[in-house]
């Protein structure tokens, strides 16, 4: 079991709809961060968060949104997506957002675009 | 292009045996070096991070840097089969803290 919380584990959606995945740490944990990963492919940076304050964004398409809505929490909101958008996505944290500070992981969101 | 280089594998060894892992990046200016296991399905989960050069050793685990060459590797003890999974290396580049993954590398250690 992780200490970064991700709900739910999978998902399904239409290309119409509009979902959110979530992401939680007790940790006290600073910087927050989403990840796409294809299969057999490393993650790939989405966002980061840090003291709440949304600091890196990879130029990834509005149809994605992120939130954080206080340090415990991530919010990825999910909106129009495509089918190439299915991926695992996943949340890391670290104590700060420095270069010597490790990533935890969460266990992922599995989302399918149908 | 900031790079971080790992060979695809599959990289086979018989159990008990020692798996070596390499990864290479290509900025000199390359602060922190972490390695990640992975699961088939599962997410990352953070084996060693090194900072500076040399060894460290943790458990079966030793990460090894070296900086003039540009390289940090992870040797893995008396391996098990049930460290057959992907190994992904992480670097963060100088002025940032974003993580440059490399490929991975896929381990299986045969019973």
Redesign the interface.
Known sequence: D?EVTQTPKHLVMGMTNKKSLKCEQHMGHR?MYWYKQKAK???E?MF?YSYEKLS?NESVPSRFSPECPNSSLLNLHLHALQPEDSA?Y?CAS?QG????????????TRLSIL | QKEVEQNSGPLSVPEGAIASLNCTYSDRGS??F?W?RQYSG?????IM?I?SNGDKEDGRFTAQLNKASQYVSLLIRDSQPSDSATY?C?V?TSG????I????TRLKVLA
């Open positions: 992780t910087a492919k490393p993650p940076l980061v890196i695992l996943l670290s957002a420095g270069p010597n500070q490790p990533q935890h992981f969460g266990d992922g | 602060q922190s972490f990640y599962k997410s990352p989960e953070l991070s900072y992904l992480a963060t940032t803290y974003k993580y993954f490399g490929t991975g």
